[in-house]
């Protein structure tokens, strides 16, 4: 039974993952517990078939729609805190510099010692109060994205755009990622390539794959870069150059929110047998796999029984192996679903705020134009939209007057504006 606490979003009870954290020599011992969704879900049940129709939890506003019940999710297998539970542990040793040394999977009894949420972690760890458990985890995040580095990982951390419930309605908020969360994720990637290596090795399994760049998304890169007045060595990857903007910027933001095109055509690729051509993950930088969030995700309770086993070094089971194939569509659909979800509840807020705000003039960034048109952020409230005008100067703050807010049509659209009076 390892002893861990659970760093998520606050108020969750889903809780899928905890990790702790130990020095080992000169490197360290990571043990990551998932929690164990396949020792409650019967393969081939109804709850499996509603899973799988399902795909992954979607989140609106002021509801979930959960992959699975709640009494499960959010208690049966959820790691919640004090609580011993059935879980996936997986253990990686690594080196000093964040490689990895060693890695093994299997079943395990867990029990969370604590549930952090973001906020005070962060807290905990400005002030040097980290638990002993994640103590190491700042100095393992580190090493792991200066690895990330060496891949040419493609990173684009923009600040995230939220739907929140202020005051009994709801507004938009930019919410940035802590250093603490940056550290944390870097487990889950680190658990979800060392997945992709074993499956890969044994020739059997699915990964989360992005495709690399193509040459006309970075050659047209280059030239918003040049046109930005940012720096690009000849020789130097996209993702190096993007790891030195300064999203703080206007202009050096608009450059960041160009790259996006360079993250196009993520899906799920399926292999037993020969493996496929295509394995890379090119975000990352590396071969990938979902494995870390089983609760609110079909497809990484398949992935993990596949690795238990070959770690392990038994046979597959047969449930999780003779699902493979048909994955890759389910979760497509799945993740089609969220990304809508996302954004019509982003859209619909967007027009609600600014209902009653036609023909007013806002400050706004020019993130991108096209001849006739581009895409524009508000400085208040953090409305994306698009506007009408010819040559929007990108990266520069303009004047635009707000033309539509439908809500029932989930459209704002704004056009180029010149007056001085600007609403705050």
Not at 37 to 60: I, K, M, Q
Request: with cysteine; hydrophobic share 45%.
């Amino acid at each position: 039974m390892t002893h861990a606490p659970a760093i998520d979003p606050a108020g969750s009870r889903d809780l899928d993952q905890a990790v702790h954290i130990a020095r080992d020599g000169d490197g360290y011992l990571v043990h990551c517990a998932i929690a164990d969704v396949a020792a409650f879900v019967r393969p081939g049940g109804e709850l499996d078939g509603e899973a799988h129709r399902r795909g992954a939890t979607l989140y609106f506003p002021d509801v979930r729609v959960p992959l699975h019940p709640p009494v499960l999710s959010e208690g049966a297998a959820s790691l919640l805190p004090g609580q011993i539970r059935p879980a996936v542990l997986w253990q990686i040793g690594l080196a000093g510099d964040g490689t990895v040394r060693t890695v093994a999977v299997s079943r395990a009894r867990v029990r969370s010692t604590a549930q952090l949420d973001y906020t005070g972690a962060q807290a905990a760890l400005d002030g040097g109060t980290l638990p002993t458990a994640i103590a190491a985890l700042p100095d393992v995040g580190r090493a792991r994205r200066a690895l990330a580095r060496t891949r040419h990982a493609i990173d684009l951390d923009l600040p995230e755009q939220l739907v929140e419930r202020e005051h009994g309605s709801y507004t938009i908020a930019l919410r940035e990622t802590l250093p603490i969360e940056k550290y944390n994720a870097e487990i889950s990637l680190l658990t979800g390539m060392c997945a992709a290596s074993l499956m890969l090795d044994a020739r059997v399994g699915i990964l989360r794959t992005v495709p690399p760049p193509d040459h006309g998304a970075v050659n047209a890169l280059r030239r918003a870069a040049h046109a930005l007045g940012i720096n690009w060595p000849h020789d130097a990857h996209p993702g190096d150059v993007l790891a030195q903007v300064d999203r703080s910027d206007q202009r050096q933001f608009a450059f960041v929110e160009h790259a996006g095109a360079l993250l196009r055509g993520a899906g799920y690729t399926a292999f037993d047998g020969a493996p496929p051509e295509q394995p890379l993950h090119s975000g990352i930088g590396a071969p990938y796999a979902h494995v870390t969030a089983p609760l609110r995700r079909l497809v990484d309770r398949y992935a993990t029984e596949v690795c238990i086993a070959l770690s392990g070094g038994t046979s597959i089971a047969e449930w999780a192996r003779a699902a493979l194939s048909a994955l890759p569509d389910e979760m497509q659909q799945a993740d089609q679903r969220s990304h809508a979800v996302d954004r019509a509840a982003v859209d619909a807020t967007e027009a609600w705020l600014l209902r009653d705000r036609i023909g007013e003039v806002f400050a706004a960034v020019v993130i991108d134009a096209d001849e006739h048109a581009g895409t524009v952020v508000l400085d208040a409230p953090p409305v994306r939209a698009r506007c009408d005008g010819a040559g929007l100067p990108v990266g520069e703050r303009i004047n635009v007057r707000l033309l539509t807010a439908s809500v029932e049509q989930r459209e704002v659209r704004f056009e180029r504006a010149h007056e001085v009076t600007v609403t705050r």
